[in-house]
């Protein structure tokens, strides 16, 4: 079945370290988002991307930078975390038709710990 | 930007019951509110959708219903079910060149069998 994958699914980091999130889909969409989910305040939207060439912020995108590498593939990078970057992230794909907007589908999350 | 308000951020219900999940948006220009169900360590999938052109949709025990005047959406979930508990958020967003969903906070569904 085409899916949403992330790696890694968990990470633990210091302080000041540089991650990179990846993201991959085999759904052929070509919209990406990346959210990050924190209890009590649901999921918010860090960036999303339109198609290779198209990037744009979302409303918490201080401290983080995307790569859309290819129509399939889209990374998140924290240059030098810190601990309130803590979260679980998720990846979305989403395809619209021609209603507008349509389903996004989820990627199973990589929790990440900064310590 | 697009404001969601969700409430409550916790419902308890017994097993049968209803339950219903209320959202409230700022963006008039907002015209699709999709609801997500999160199942404990699972990502959100799509329940159920509405576009601003109906006031009203049903799915089998879900439905949702939508009062542009008043900015507000909700959830209705009919005899509830053991596995009805979840975390379910509220979405809006609008297809008018500012593609992208703004979450509602979340609430936790609890149903006490």
């Known amino acids: 079945d085409a899916d949403v994958t992330q790696t890694p699914r968990n990470r633990i980091t210091k302080t000041g370290k540089r991650i990179m999130l990846e993201c991959s889909q085999t759904?052929?969409?070509?919209?990406m988002y990346w959210y990050r989910q924190d209890p009590g305040l649901g999921l918010r939207l860090i960036y999303y991307?339109?198609?290779?060439?198209?990037?744009n912020k979302g409303e918490i995108s201080d401290g983080y930078s995307v790569s859309r590498q290819a129509q399939a593939k889209f990374s998140l990078s924290l240059e030098s975390a810190i601990p309130n970057q803590t979260a679980l992230y998720f990846c979305?794909?989403?395809?619209?038709?021609?209603?507008?907007?349509?389903?996004?589908?989820f990627g199973p999350g990589t929790r990440l710990t900064v310590l | 930007g697009e404001n969601v308000e969700q409430h409550p951020s916790t419902l308890s219900v017994q097993e049968g019951d209803s339950a219903v999940i209320k959202c409230t948006y700022s963006?008039?220009?907002?015209?699709?509110f999709p609801w997500y169900k999160q199942e404990l360590g699972k990502r959100p999938q799509l329940i159920i959708d509405?576009?601003?052109?109906?006031g009203e949709k049903k799915d089998q025990r879900i439905a949702v219903t939508l009062n542009k005047t008043a900015k507000h959406f909700s959830l209705h979930i009919t005899e509830t079910q053991p596995e009805d508990s979840a975390v379910y958020f509220c979405?809006?967003?609008?297809?008018?060149?500012?593609?992208?969903?703004?979450f509602g906070t979340g609430t936790r569904l609890t149903i006490i069998p």
């Open positions: 979305a794909t989403s395809e619209p038709d021609r209603g507008g907007y349509n389903e996004q589908f």
């Open positions: 759904k052929g969409h070509d919209r």
């Open positions: 991307s339109f198609d290779v060439k198209d990037i």
């Open positions: 963006d008039s220009a907002s015209n699709y």
């Open positions: 509405i576009r601003s052109n109906v």
């Open positions: 979405a809006a967003g609008d297809d008018f060149g500012n593609e992208k969903l703004t």
